[in-house]
């Protein structure tokens, strides 16, 4: 599996921006596509964003289009989650994976996804 450390979390007014980084291990990291998730306190993990291996395709929840733009550097093994316009509703622990897709539906990879630490993003109204 991929080991991965997410960053860049913090406390954000409402309309504020914020950077997520996701370090991964392992020089295969380019090959594989990642993606966001994020669970906020008594609801279920949610799909966020995730991108291709070239990062030359992106694809994003409803409820983050417009707002949050996905990218990657292969050369620093690195995915990354720019938010902006954030809303107290996107309150949560956001962690990146492998990911594995299904017609429209992205989720952990079970051979190569792992699940970090996570890093806390929190938006006050």
């Known amino acids: 599996q991929v080991q991965l450390v997410e960053s860049g979390g913090g406390l954000v007014q409402a309309g504020g921006s914020l950077r997520l980084s996701c370090a991964a291990s392992?020089?295969?990291?380019?090959?594989?596509?990642m993606g966001w998730f994020r669970q906020a306190p008594g609801k279920e993990r949610e799909f966020v964003a995730a991108?291709?291996?070239?990062?030359?395709?992106?694809y994003y929840a409803d409820s983050v289009k417009g707002r949050f733009t996905m990218s990657r550097d292969n050369d620093k093994n690195t995915v990354y989650l720019q938010m902006n316009s954030l809303k107290p509703e996107d309150t949560a622990v956001y962690y990146c994976t492998v990911v594995t897709q299904d017609g429209s539906r992205w989720s952990r990879s079970p051979s190569l996804g792992s699940w970090g630490q996570g890093t806390q993003v929190t938006v006050s109204s």
């Open positions: 392992g020089r295969t990291f380019s090959r594989y596509p």
């Open positions: 991108i291709n291996w070239s990062g030359g395709s992106t």
